[in-house]
């Protein structure tokens, strides 16, 4: 099946792996006359980009983006939107013992399995590198968002044990202040810590993504199996390293009382409104007109640096001890690969929901 | 969008409001040559059946499965099966302020705000009756994963606060020796205390549904957007009341450190095995041969009988005060539905999954 | 894979066999708010019954439809739309041959071979009754598409070598007045002698039916793979006995110089205009705003009386005369199937059409 | 909508421009395992290079692809392979007329019509050039098909009024012998002098394309929608220029009686065959073990040097004088674009094909 194929209307599709010649995507169905660069993208990809602090790999990536096709005179054609990173750090190299076992935690067992063999060079096409493509993608969906008053924000809120105080959550650029992008700097400081012994421990430490989205209409989201939180928990879900999507209160929800969990609706300036949000901004999977709130949580780095007992390609027991560069968390990285995705889902399902009402369909084609 | 069809090749078309004439489902690409009859699917219809005990509404609904096509001489013939369970309680009745207002946690406003208006008869197309045609295409789906050895499992872990206890889960069967489907008789006795006192109370419960599948091959799930956890929370989530859902350790792995959280591989009786299965069977997206393990966190049901705030259709504010019959939790009958969604996310990745490699796919068309 | 659904936003799933309990559509993605009833599907349906001259078979099949869901007070809900055709004319009696060999030109070989065995009874879903569920579907796209100024209307060119003369096709109501649906009654008379005479022989005729739509707006149809004569064609080509189509000239372009096939363009009442129409309305696979023109040859029925060689399923040669009531020709039956694909395709592409330009997605939703 | 995506298993995403950067596919879904290098996609590029005759543009264009992904140790890996070709003769030049005004029999109107505006540079989207990244992903699925002894031969059939005569179709060989790709020396000596003819006329000329499958086995095609003409169909008319298709005897098919038209079947060497091939090798939209064969008109080239009446992009009348370098002909470079899209089809039809029979799925995956 093609898995690197994903969206309806809005749809991307992304290749390459990590010591490839390049991580790129292709963007079909983009609408036309958004003006797009360059820098409208690498903006994004430098938010994931590692090496910008001792919490990342030392690896220097400039993930430049190029611009293939699909943009004419400074806007989008709304034909396809090409574009590549080619990767700088190809090391032809002798990748031992990656080549020869599997790491545990990796996909290195599963794709041997599916395929018969794999590309082991750096993860090949399992590696966070292709996360780039996401991104890519996604910083397109937030420009055409954001010109619709839709803002998608997503944040560290916690790491290990140690979560964000709401109290202290004073503004959004605050997370753009830490290398660990949390919104609170005492909880960033703390969090540091503990990365930083984890490290010393040679091991790593995972943590938990929340995103909102503010400026999101009513009414997007289709009924039964399209539900938005069905697409986004999908989405966020096919990022590497993700086990588990909550939409508002998520698993607190599981033990609170109906009374409680149920968001009264009230009138306020005209509008109908909700006077709590535990629902997460979605009710029978269409947009209610709160802010959109998901979660997700990330498992700490497999790559670890202490000895793990693992098997060899010829099925023999044996310790692997990894070398190498790698992040001891991929937490703050994964920040804006969460943005990206839902991003995407967003403007896919806003672009798919307009044909709902007969009469705007009519509207459309006949007022033209 | 259509939002009622789902899956590659198997693939599902659903229909039907809660009070119309029925409610159905369309399955296509179903292999031939599965023996299948009415039976094989009312057992799956009657786990999901009101009226069983007093923890759910006392309709007595017998949801009769009948095939009206794609099975002949006690066989699928590959074509489209279609099933149909017809609607006993229509009742063209007076549905009140349901009609006029918006019920807090239901999706009356969203479908309103989303296609104008809304067929608001129990819930019309958002009513939890839609989950009859999931079970019925999941009941085919089961039958041939079983044909290949494959289990899946669901069952209550926790209402409210309750937690099922480990240690005292003895067998499979003991969950259908309880109303609560709890296969743990004690932690079921607690669970129906919590769950009449907020009968009582006019208020409803949520809770956690776990599911295991056993007998799972290696290798099934793809790259990237199609990994098989993607396509599972996307199938659990488009279940409603579904706030959460988790794959193996799920949230708390984010609280762990690589170290305890991979998963080591160790060979046992010549096959590759895990140590551990914090992963829960997934890695990269792809199964890993362990068992499948995945949680969905339920909201308590919306529909509670004490007096709520809300709007009204013509946008003023109201109090509501909801009749007639409904679920104080529906955790149990869901238990089914989860069963089913997983079933068919299975099965729909299995068919796709045939063709991942080049010499599996020359080899099964030219030995013919 | 699922060959029985059709459609990216007006999704379609089709389902039954000729002598099962019945054939039917559910209707994905149509626009809520669309005024529907049973009687609108039904004049589409009595355009293709059987039994309504001596040149279809005598059956008498009321085929009246039933809506089974997405309808409520009269207006389409923006949810699935279920319709079935119940089947009047089960006979459980004995297929003797039918069922034993393969006859020529049907699907009966190539149906065993595919799935192991077939439903036999009157050609279980390759039988022509499974366009029943294609025509009840297109009345609902017709429909809509008639408020948007959209007229679809197919007829009869030709029957065998008796082509209508287009100097005598004087109004689209002609096409109704002859059993042959041929806007010529002079061209239909002679049509009708050579069908009896056929007839006579325990032969049968084959013909071509043209389709043309006005009223289409210019910019329908995407760039390369999702051309608008791309998705026609595969359409066209889907109902069964359908040989070839054409787009305009079609084949005869092929033989023309490009000085004479190429429609120059000029201003008309300050629009731009084709002088000519060569192209058929689609320029780069995108309508011009001409009208559309499409051409189907249909293939004779394969089911003739005489005398024909053939194989068992035991794979021994035997001869097979044909027994049963089976029409001499299917074309007049068949021009308000092509009328119902081009429909729902027409339908289709106009919905997923509307994200084309970002100021229009923009404008759609932020001026609500 | 994403118009530039095709297949379901084996995917492919195309992108790029005439004048862009360059024109690329990603093709997702290919099964692992198959030794695949750049020469592999190059022979087929080679053929639709242009340059290559006086009958085709003299622009050298070397177009020579490199895979950027997807490939590992001279293997398929089973995930994306992306293949581009650089644009070497990108001129920033001045267009003039082609920017300002809408060539008759391009896609330049439509394009403006419907996205506001169009990359006019060379027919941006709408150019040939597009076919590049048709025939690179065709490439590989003709490989793989190959491999399983599947065999797709396309060639010219006829060029104008002269068409090959079958009598002197000696060998398959014969066709690349000629410039224009006609498996008859004497037709295609004829039909050069009526192209060098039109040249000196300052018009062009069209012609048919036919092509026939060997090797491929029965049972492979899905009912109704997903029937293999109907996909095949789609296919062909979604290459530019295509005006019609026929399926084995196609428009004839409609002049025919059935007792001619009808296939015999008969036993020969123990395998069912049919005595003659009308049908083209498919019944009910599958196949049915005889050579495959269906037919393409392709119309002339819209870019002529005579003078053409036609509206500017500000509605003006004016009169349009196409200079620069086009193909009197397209015929001979669209043959392989032809097999390139039949072989695309047919192996994403044997990929999902797989699933048909249960009892094949249980023992392919139990059998492991």
């Not at 929340?210 to 209409?217: E, F, I, K, Y």
């Amino acid at each position: 099946m093609a898995g690197s194929v994903f969206g309806t209307i809005f749809k991307i599709s992304t290749w390459g792996e990590s010591h490839g010649k390049g991580i790129g995507v292709v963007v079909d169905g983009c609408p036309a006359g958004l003006a797009l660069c360059e820098d409208d993208i690498q903006v994004y990809l430098n938010r994931r980009k590692p090496g910008q602090s001792k919490f990342s790999t030392p690896r220097k990536e400039d993930d430049a983006v190029e611009i293939l096709s699909g943009v004419f005179e400074g806007k989008t054609t709304g034909t396809p939107i090409s574009m590549v990173v080619y990767n700088k750090t190809q090391r032809s190299g002798d990748y031992g013992e990656i080549a020869r076992c599997y790491r545990p935690g990796h996909a290195d067992y599963t794709f041997d399995e599916k395929y018969g063999f794999r590309d082991y060079r750096g993860g090949g096409r399992s590696s966070g590198r292709e996360t780039i493509a996401r991104v890519a993608a996604g910083a397109i969906a937030a420009k055409l968002l954001y010109q619709m008053g839709i803002e998608v924000y997503a944040y560290t809120e916690s790491i290990g044990d140690v979560k964000i105080d709401a109290a202290r959550f004073d503004d959004k650029e605050a997370r753009d202040t830490n290398p660990l992008n949390m919104p609170d700097a005492t909880a960033a400081e703390e969090a540091a810590k503990l990365v930083a012994e984890q490290m010393a421990n040679y091991d790593s430490v995972g943590g938990v993504i929340a995103c909102s989205v503010t400026g999101l209409p009513t009414g997007i989201g289709e009924p039964v199996f399209e539900k938005l939180d069905a697409n986004l928990s999908k989405a966020i879900f096919s990022i590497g390293a993700v086990k588990g999507v909550e939409i508002g209160d998520g698993f607190s929800a599981a033990t609170a009382f109906g009374s409680a969990n149920n968001d009264a609706f009230a009138m306020k300036n005209g509008k109908v409104t909700k006077l709590t949000n535990h629902a997460g901004g979605i009710l029978g999977g269409i947009s209610d007109g709160s802010d959109l709130f998901l979660r997700a949580a990330i498992k700490p780095t497999p790559s670890i640096f202490s000895e793990q007992q693992t098997v060899s390609r010829e099925h023999e027991d044996m310790m692997l001890q990894i070398k190498g560069r790698h992040d001891p968390i991929i937490v703050p990285r994964a920040v804006v690969v969460v943005e990206a995705m839902t991003a995407i889902v967003l403007l896919d399902m806003l672009l798919v929901g307009m044909s709902a009402r007969a009469d705007r369909v009519i509207e459309f084609y006949t007022k033209k």
